[in-house]
């Protein structure tokens, strides 16, 4: 049997371009943030092929952004034209625009010291004005024009998640992850939480050759105590900070969770605290680095 081919209009395409300095690569970022596939820098004669390759990959590369810059020694002004011709096949493509304001343009380049890429050997303000006048009919055709004169980063990033992201790609997500000290700190952990302060089943002849994802170990460790009082304050401190997280652009978050060999005491803690998470509405999910490794 062979499978049918879904429609191009179920490719998400987006296409992003603007003035230089007006924020096209804190797009591209945010875009990725919330699951596009972004190719960065791309000729204005490859958007179609770009596209008819996203459409065959389908999975991720289903939400694919293409950033065109005026650098390219490609870039064409006939973007109205290209869009057209992804229409005509088939495809629903979004054009995005950034733009500024060109004092705050000038300002940005000066506080990065570059000069403009159109400049040449003349002043910053004629090449901004040199490439307003290449992009204008671009401006005019895109679908979703974003001023960045008065937004800072997250700002801007908060703007793209909103319009493209949906609620569940700017939410923060929360990994609580179980570890051995004695096999060493998880580089990447945010918050480090110390769980040797609680008796170790290791010295508990019925429980030493289990985990602590078994329910005997489990209610060993939250049953001393200490231990729930432990998991309920650090729940409460990730869901107060979560929304500050979330607004400044955070989208995961490592809480590791330490025993002396992550094979006790860090795993039921683990365990439970991202179930705590849960309920409170936190996207969390438990991990175990060092399960396994005794």
Not at 287 to 294: F, I, K
Request: contains cysteine; glycine residues 8%; negative net charge.
């Amino acid at each position: 049997m062979i499978e049918e081919e879904q429609p191009r209009s179920d490719t998400d395409l987006v296409i992003v371009t603007g003035v230089s300095g007006g924020g096209r690569s804190t797009v591209a970022r945010a875009l990725e943030n919330v699951g596009y596939y972004v190719v960065d820098n791309l000729p204005q004669a490859l958007m179609l092929d770009m596209a008819e390759l996203a459409h065959r990959a389908g999975g991720t590369a289903r939400h694919t952004a293409m950033v065109l810059d005026v650098r390219s020694r490609a870039f064409s002004t006939d973007l109205g034209g290209a869009v057209q011709a992804l229409k005509e096949r088939g495809y629903t493509p979004r054009v995005v625009f950034v733009d500024a304001d060109d004092e705050v343009l000038i300002r940005r380049f000066e506080n990065v010291r570059r000069s403009h890429p159109l400049q040449g050997d003349g002043r910053l303000a004629e090449g901004i004005a040199a490439e307003r006048e290449l992009l204008r009919e671009a401006r005019e055709a895109a679908d979703v024009l974003i001023d960045t004169s008065h937004l800072n980063v997250n700002q801007l990033r908060s703007r793209v998640e909103e319009l493209f992201g949906g609620e569940d790609a700017r939410r923060l997500r929360v990994t609580v992850l179980s570890f051995g000290f004695k096999y060493g700190l998880p580089p990447d952990a945010d918050f480090v939480l110390d769980a040797r302060f609680l008796p170790n089943p290791y010295w508990v002849p019925e429980l030493r050759d289990h985990t602590g994802q078994e329910p005997d170990v489990s209610r060993y460790v939250l049953g001393q105590r200490g231990a729930v009082t432990f998991v309920e304050t650090y729940a409460r401190l990730i869901n107060a900070t979560a929304p500050g997280f979330e607004r400044e652009g955070k989208r995961y978050l490592a809480v590791a969770v330490g025993c002396t060999g992550g094979k006790h005491r860090s795993v039921a803690i683990a365990e439970e605290l991202a179930r705590r998470l849960r309920e409170l509405r936190v996207v969390a999910n438990a991990q175990h680095r060092d399960l396994g490794r005794e």
